[in-house]
């Protein structure tokens, strides 16, 4: 009876803390940006710290790629966009297999409607892990957090999550210092 009880307080604190940091990154989503640009030589570690803390928010990370990828280049701005969003998919992997079963099940899963199809594949199959992660706004998140949920197998999780990260970095990166470029 404990263990039931302890397992429930435990999500609802958590719920509760992510909730209170949730408000206050949505309430401040601009400092982000701004702690990059005035952290100076910190700006690398600080960019890699944001990806993660991000990580559970809605709130993009693509303002920290092309930040990146101004002051340092295109080149290492994928670097790091690549390595940030796999650490932010990586935290996203370990909440959703933390809450597994007391939140994520198949007849909620089923109800949901996802693009191309995607919802008729299996959770762990390659196509669902690949192209649901491509889906614009809520994609990466919760194919992360179903894919932790679900419990699939961490290597086939990261080797997918690095494909598609890179593919995404590449994209933000040159395409965001592009578009700069052509405004200064």
Do not use: C
Request: net charge positive; hydrophobic share 50%.
């Amino acid at each position: 009876m404990f263990e039931k009880f302890k397992g429930k307080l435990s999500f609802v604190l958590g719920l509760t803390i992510f909730a209170g940091v949730f408000y206050v990154l949505i309430k401040y989503s601009d400092v982000a940006t701004e702690v990059i640009v005035k952290s100076g030589a910190w700006a690398p570690l600080v960019a890699l710290l944001l990806y993660t803390v991000l990580a559970p928010t809605p709130i993009t990370t693509d303002p920290i790629t092309v930040i990146m990828s101004v002051t340092y280049g295109p080149l290492v701005g994928v670097l790091f966009a690549f390595v940030g969003n796999t650490l932010a998919a990586t935290v996203e992997y370990y909440i959703g297999y933390k809450i597994g079963s007391t939140v994520i099940s198949e007849k909620k899963v089923k109800k949901v409607k996802v693009p191309l199809g995607l919802d008729k594949l299996p959770i762990d199959s390659i196509p669902f892990l690949l192209f649901g992660r491509m889906i614009p706004g809520y994609g990466s998140k919760v194919i992360s957090l179903l894919a932790g949920g679900y419990r699939v197998p961490l290597k086939r999780y990261i080797w997918t999550t690095a494909a598609t990260n890179l593919f995404g970095a590449f994209l933000t990166s040159y395409g965001g210092f592009g578009i700069v470029s052509l405004f200064t």
